[in-house]
């Protein structure tokens, strides 16, 4: 079998909304940190709660730790919308849910530098059939009520990751100036 590596959109670094300038090999792309794109998805049910997944050892950014936010690269030739709905169904088996989209920022650091185009959904099992994990791609993952998810991240040394916690901090001012519903 023919391992053909993913192709990723490279993004003017800094500009909202993004302009593709040009593609790299993921591999590439994250021994050299160039600016791409991800979409990221806060999965919710209708009691609120969030869904937090542990990242499997073997992920090439932020291995082993927590996060909030369901998502990947955006590939070459792909549109953020259709990369939400790709990544929900990888990770996570779902599919047809509603995505509501919500903010694109810049997140950098010295592992990474990247677009995010977050959204969110709520998760029917009615509707959307289980969670089933990627075994690939997420560990292990539970629902954690709004409060019982806030004071955990306010934990000293709790294992998530950062690009999720800085998300989640503009999720959550964003919440607090128009409540979730």
Same mark, same amino acid.
Request: with cysteine; hydrophobic share 35%; proline share 7%.
């Given at each position: 079998?023919?391992?053909?590596?993913?192709?990723?959109?490279?993004?003017?670094?800094g500009?909202?909304?993004?302009?593709?300038?040009?593609?790299?090999p993921?591999?590439?792309?994250?021994?050299?940190?160039?600016p791409?794109?991800a979409?990221?998805?806060?999965?919710?049910?209708?009691?609120?709660r969030?869904?937090?997944?542990?990242?499997?050892e073997?992920?090439?950014?932020?291995?082993?730790?927590?996060?909030?936010?369901?998502?990947?690269?955006?590939?070459?030739?792909?549109?953020?919308?259709?990369?939400?709905?790709?990544?929900?169904h990888?990770?996570?088996?779902?599919?047809?849910?509603?995505?509501?989209?919500?903010?694109?920022?810049?997140?950098?650091?010295?592992?990474t530098?990247?677009?995010a185009?977050?959204?969110?959904?709520?998760?029917?099992?009615?509707?959307?059939?289980?969670?089933?994990?990627?075994?690939?791609?997420?560990? %292990? @993952?539970?629902w &954690?009520a709004?409060?019982?998810? $806030? =004071?955990r991240? +306010?934990e /000293?040394?709790?294992?998530f990751?950062? %690009? @999720?916690?800085? &998300?989640l901090?503009?999720?959550? $001012? =964003?919440?607090? +100036?128009? /409540?979730?519903r």
């Amino acid at each position: 079998m023919l391992n053909v590596e993913e192709i990723v959109a490279l993004y003017a670094q800094g500009e909202v909304p993004g302009r593709i300038v040009g593609t790299a090999p993921r591999t590439r792309m994250r021994r050299e940190n160039l600016p791409h794109a991800a979409v990221k998805i806060l999965v919710r049910d209708a009691d609120g709660r969030v869904y937090v997944h542990r990242r499997t050892e073997t992920k090439d950014l932020f291995p082993d730790l927590d996060d909030v936010w369901i998502g990947g690269v955006i590939t070459a030739g792909e549109e953020p919308d259709t990369a939400a709905v790709r990544e929900l169904h990888e990770e996570l088996g779902l599919r047809e849910c509603e995505l509501r989209p919500l903010d694109q920022h810049w997140y950098t650091d010295a592992h990474t530098d990247f677009l995010a185009y977050t959204y969110e959904t709520v998760h029917d099992p009615e509707r959307h059939g289980p969670i089933v994990h990627q075994q690939a791609e997420v560990a %292990d @993952g539970w629902w &954690l009520a709004w409060d019982d998810l $806030t =004071a955990r991240l +306010a934990e /000293p040394g709790s294992p998530f990751a950062p %690009d @999720g916690r800085e &998300l989640l901090a503009r999720y959550t $001012t =964003a919440r607090q +100036a128009r /409540p979730y519903r």
